[in-house]
T-cell receptor
Framework: TQLLEQSPQFLSIQEGENLTVYCNSS?????LQWYRQEPGEGPVLLVT?????EVKKLKRLTFQFGDARKDSSLHITAAQTGDTGLYLC???????????FGKGTRLHILP | DAGVIQSPRHEVTEMGQEVTLRCKPI?????LFWYRQTMMRGLELLIY????????DSGMPEDRFSAKMPNASFSTLKIQPSEPRDSAVYFC?????????????FGSGTRLTVV
């Protein structure tokens, strides 16, 4: 059983469109992170959210932590080809717990 | 800082051979993690160290896998003997803290192919 479920698994859209990907769990997390991984490289941290209901923006990317701290979403506005990659969510259930990763959403932006 | 450095980037070996993967964490990071990534299972935590001491090795698949951290700037993951099902990308990551806001910094990975 995967503790962090990410959806969709794959998403292919045209450049300029908006999209949202999701990270869901039945468990409560003390913090949740989003990473982006490009082919041949390791994941790179994009953002960390720690407060229920928290919203963080990183240019065209908007991250939201659910009120109950069980889920999160990543919204991309006006997607660009450079946004292509594997988006991973990762969470820690307790302050001193190790981080666990979802399997990711593989995003492909078409020119 | 050069980031987390892993070597080699690619390794192709025959079944039964010993494989050693190497990692140099970011200076000052107290935590070091070894992950394995496959399409089927995603990123799996194998083992992690705090101040060079192994803390949790529950993710190590079997006795063929071993990891060491002889000092703060170097760690190895060894597979002996290797099997085709070990083929995956192995990542090393380091962190200032165990979890929370700092996040992990990953290396570029070692792509292992066992034939």
């Amino acid at each position: 059983t995967q503790l962090l479920e990410q959806s969709p698994q794959f998403l292919s859209i045209q450049e300029g469109e908006n999209l949202t990907v999701y990270c869901n769990s039945s468990s409560v997390f003390s913090s949740l992170q989003w990473y982006r991984q490009e082919p041949g490289e390791g994941p790179v941290l994009l953002v960390t959210v720690v407060t229920g209901g928290e919203v963080k923006k990183l240019k065209r990317l908007t991250f939201q932590f659910g009120d109950a701290r069980k889920d999160s979403s990543l919204h991309i506005t006006a997607a660009q080809t450079g946004d292509t990659g594997l988006y991973l969510c990762a969470g820690a259930r307790g302050r001193d717990d190790k981080i666990i990763f979802g399997k990711g959403t593989r995003l492909h932006i078409l020119p | 800082d050069a980031g987390v450095i892993q070597s080699p980037r690619h390794e192709v070996t025959e079944m039964g051979q010993e494989v050693t993967l190497r990692c140099k964490p970011i200076s000052g990071h107290d935590y070091l993690f070894w992950y394995r990534q496959t399409m089927m299972r995603g990123l799996e935590l194998l083992i992690y160290f705090n101040n060079n001491v192994p803390i949790d090795d529950s993710g190590m698949p079997e006795d063929r896998f071993s990891a060491k951290m002889p000092n703060a700037s170097f760690s190895t993951l060894k597979i002996q003997p290797s099997e085709p099902r070990d083929s995956a990308v192995y990542f090393c990551a380091s962190s200032l803290k165990h979890s929370g806001g700092n996040g992990y910094t990953f290396g570029s990975g070692t792509r292992l192919t066992v034939v």
